[in-house]
């Protein structure tokens, strides 16, 4: 048999998006600019969580949307009618953003005198958790009606998370969703996590949510 050579391809693509990222975030800390990865399913409420957001936010902050999606503008729509500058991102068929397709995107939306960027990654519980995208933060949606043991099924997405927002904790009383087993799960899987429970519909525990991150950004731009 002869001699042949096996070559990581998958090693080496997350080696040079690893890369890439740490690059991007010293780019984003010398113009003051916090960028967050928001992360979810399809349907766990990311963009009327982003929309409870960026209201409770404006006076603060100059922000930034980056709508990331396989295809359609909807979302991107949504949210430019909050005022705020938004661009759409389309993937071209790929689940996920990495750090070069994040740093196209911020160049594309022009964030010249903006405090706050938040990148609405694919929905997908897999494939954007692979890659950093460059992201000061990153934090997910998990909703009541998917269920309280997806921390279980899918460990590297919540493991790599800062904060996990509980989503449509107002339709508790209708799903066989454990909150306290949901917690424990997450806290298995990542014991820094900041886990807070929200309904995006209501408001409820929104306050706690925007306040963590108000903090953040500004934790960031003062380091």
Not at 36 to 52: D, E, I, Q
Not at 87 to 109: N, P
Not at 132 to 151: C, F, Q, R
Request: charged residues 25%.
């Amino acid at each position: 048999m002869g001699d042949f050579t096996v070559l990581e391809v998958k090693q080496s693509i997350f080696a040079d998006n690893d890369r890439r990222a740490d690059e991007l975030r010293s780019e984003l800390k010398s113009k003051g600019l916090f960028l967050l990865n928001l992360m979810s399913s399809p349907g766990a409420g990311k963009t009327t969580t982003l929309t409870r957001t960026i209201s409770g936010l404006k006076n603060q902050f100059h922000i930034g949307v980056m709508e990331a999606d396989i295809d359609s503008d909807v979302d991107a729509r949504s949210i430019s009618k909050l005022g705020v500058k938004t661009i759409q991102l389309h993937t071209g068929g790929m689940c996920h953003l990495d750090a070069e397709m994040t740093g196209q995107g911020l160049l594309g939306l022009e964030t010249e005198g903006l405090d706050l960027v938040v990148l609405e990654n694919v929905g997908n519980l897999v494939c954007p958790a692979e890659f950093d995208t460059g992201a000061v933060k990153n934090a997910m949606i998990l909703s009541v009606p998917e269920g309280h043991d997806k921390p279980l099924k899918y460990p590297l997405m919540f493991s790599i998370c800062d904060v996990v927002l509980i989503n449509k904790i107002d339709v508790l009383p209708f799903f066989d969703f454990d909150l306290e087993a949901c917690k424990s799960y997450i806290l298995m899987r990542n014991p820094n996590a900041k886990i807070i429970p929200i309904s995006a519909r209501t408001g409820e525990g929104m306050e706690e949510w925007i306040q963590w991150l108000e903090a953040e950004v500004k934790k960031w731009q003062q380091q």
